[in-house]
């Protein structure tokens, strides 16, 4: 077992799934002999040629329109997206042909891809490398939507998201990238998509949160008092969403704030916060909070701190409910 | 005949100063003042010192990723001189920016902006300049636009539009260049093949031979032009821009020239490109042979040369100075220039700083009615 970081597990889990199934392939800007802007898929090119890690010409729209290609006629795509900023060009693909196929042809016309992106600020980026989409992407149909924080499950889900049958976007969280090392098995394992995990259990609040927000809110737990009983549950799957594991929790602690970079307005804190209402109506015990980005755009790096649920005002929030 | 020509034709490759600074006496002749070669060199000089401190200001952690455009000068340069400053359109990517200084931008403003700072966006009353743009090959679409409101409102001003080799693959950069051609609008469409598109070299961008042969497509006038010949440059876009004031419409000019750097601060050539083809090109600096011409000219010496060199310094460091003593950005700024009028649910954010109810106003969370209860 080695200490892996979120960038070497996810090219762990594409080199182990290439070598296992020669139908996958990785397409993308700069995925070949560059490894990638951020290095994920290197020495993948070199190790399995250039027929199937292919570096395309600069064309999102391109990209993913001949994934559904390839993945309609027996490949299994995985392409890249080089900034989440840069999937506009690909929406109309993804969401119009790619979300829509299965349903539109009964079930005649399927289209299995994977389309990973790195997601999310806090890395001094330029303007447009910042963003965090995950809500429009849940919002459209026929599309799931995952984003694992942790090396672990980065493999695990990349894996499932590969054998899915349908198309799956998976945001790789570009803050964390390499912040963080864990034990990453060199067997082969899948997290099942639609799986949150309960990080912490406790009893008198739930925070519920995914991405590079999870340890903003590992930091805000740790400035809070000893006898604060947190449960914080990392989603893992945006779409479709785990609803047990969180409806569970906030019916145990009545309590409950969750936690996005996205902007506020019909982010999918919007979302848990009406699922929480219908199915917790009950059981709580103080009005669901919400910390995420403004309803601005993701600021340039000078102010992107100012932007992001950092920390101090995830504690705030927690304090908050706690004392309502 | 069963079997006809439809079509046919040639792209034309255009070049005027060779590397050793010759020039070719026909096409150069009364082309460029001696004067108007002076002040370009030395602003090209400039530039390039413009483009070595940004580096460095990278590297010592002052500011964040930067686009070098080391190499390119005379591409920027040659055309923008072929336009009028406030009068005619600049609608860039980001490795032109010798180009935009000329057209009135500050120097210190595309620091501000590589600093992190939207304020290097702000572009001053007057100067007919878009902001830089990062999605790759979809502002080509706006300098059609912009064209075409001048054709509509029947001003006299022509719009310049660069944009790289890789973006010509985007969709939109199809979409803009048959806009132009439907609508025959006055737009210029400079092509900056400088052979990569970070690590993805030309031959993998495209099957065409040319870049240029992409607008015959659109039925838009093409040309090839040596991207690192000032005379080149500004003979091709001055017969281009003399077409779209006399309502010819739009032109196509592919520039050849090279990315002496790596595509950013955050790239590392040398993963993917040949030192060999790297210093093949060094050779062909835009810079080396214009200083070449001169000499030959009479015109140069190297003790202007070191004058030169002092004075590009202190130009640059005041710019420096300028960028980094700007006063920090307001975070109000970030709601602020939202709307013309802030919505009241941005405007309670932008107060308290907040998205939560309880964060933002307490009372209005149900905690009187609560207590009521
Ligand atoms: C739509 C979009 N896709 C991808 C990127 C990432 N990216 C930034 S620059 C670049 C290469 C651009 O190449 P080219 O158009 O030749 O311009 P150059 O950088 O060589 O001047 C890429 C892929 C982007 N900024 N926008
Ligand atoms: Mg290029």
Partial sequence: MAELNLVQSINLALAQEMERDDRVMVLGEDVGLNGGVFRVTDGLQKRFGEDRVVDTPLAESGILGTSIGLAINGMLPVPEIQFEGFLGPAYDQIVHHAGRMRNRTRGAVTVPLTVRVPVGGGIHAPELHSDSPEAIYSHHVGIKVVMPSTPYDAKGLLLAAIRDPDPVIFFEPKRVYRSYKEHVPEDDYTVEIGEAKVLSEGEDVTVITWGATVFQALAALDELPEDVSVELIDMRTIYPMDEDTIVESVQKTGRCVIVHEAARTAGMGAEIATILQEKCFLHLEAPVQRVTGFDTVMPYYKLENHYLPEAPRIKEAIEQVLAY | ?373
């Avoid at chain 2, 004031?245 to 993917?272: C, M, Q, W």
């Fill in chain 2, 1 to 373: 005949m069963p079997r006809t020509v439809a079509y046919k034709t040639q792209i034309q490759h255009l070049s005027v100063l060779d590397e050793n600074g010759k020039l070719d006496s026909k096409l150069g002749k009364d082309l460029l003042s001696d004067e108007q070669v002076q002040q370009s060199y030395e602003h090209m000089t400039v530039c390039r010192q413009y483009d070595e401190v940004a580096f460095k200001l990278q590297r010592s952690g002052r500011m964040g990723t930067f686009p070098q455009n080391k190499g390119q000068e005379a591409a920027a340069i040659g055309s923008a001189l072929a336009a009028r400053k406030g009068q005619d359109w600049l609608v860039p990517a980001y490795r032109e920016n010798a180009a935009l200084f000329m057209h009135g931008l500050p120097m210190h403003s595309v620091l501000t902006y590589w600093m992190g700072d939207e304020r290097g966006s702000q572009i001053p009353e007057g100067v007919k300049i878009t902001p830089l743009s990062v999605p790759i090959g979809t502002h080509m679409l706006h300098a059609t636009g912009i064209a075409w409101a001048a054709k509509m409102r029947k001003e006299d001003s022509v719009t310049l539009t660069y944009f790289g080799d890789g973006a010509t693959s985007e969709g939109d950069f199809h979409e803009a260049a048959n806009f132009a051609g439907v609508l025959q609008v006055p737009c210029i469409f400079i092509c900056q093949n400088n052979s990569w598109a970070i690590s993805v070299p030309r031959e993998k961008q495209t099957a065409s031979e040319t870049f240029a042969q992409k607008a015959l497509a659109y039925g838009i006038p093409t040309i090839q032009v040596d991207g690192n010949d000032l005379f080149a440059m500004y003979l091709a876009t001055k017969e281009a821009h003399d077409r779209a004031r006399k309502g010819e419409g739009p032109t196509f000019i592919e520039a050849v020239t090279y990315r002496l750097a790596d595509h950013t601060t955050a790239d590392d050539a040398s993963r993917y490109r040949d030192t060999s083809e790297l210093d093949a090109w060094k050779a062909k600096d835009p810079l080396i042979r214009l200083r070449k011409y001169l000499e030959n000219k009479g015109l140069w010496d190297d003790e202007k040369q070191e004058a030169l060199e002092a004075k590009a310094k202190a130009i640059v460091q005041e710019v420096v100075k300028t960028a980094e003593e700007m006063p920090k950005p307001d975070v109000t700024d970030i709601f602020d220039y939202t709307f013309a009028e802030i919505p009241e649910s941005l405007r309670v954010q932008r107060d308290t700083m907040r998205t939560t109810s309880l964060g933002q106003n307490p009372d209005q969370a149900g905690l009187g009615a609560r207590a009521a209860r």
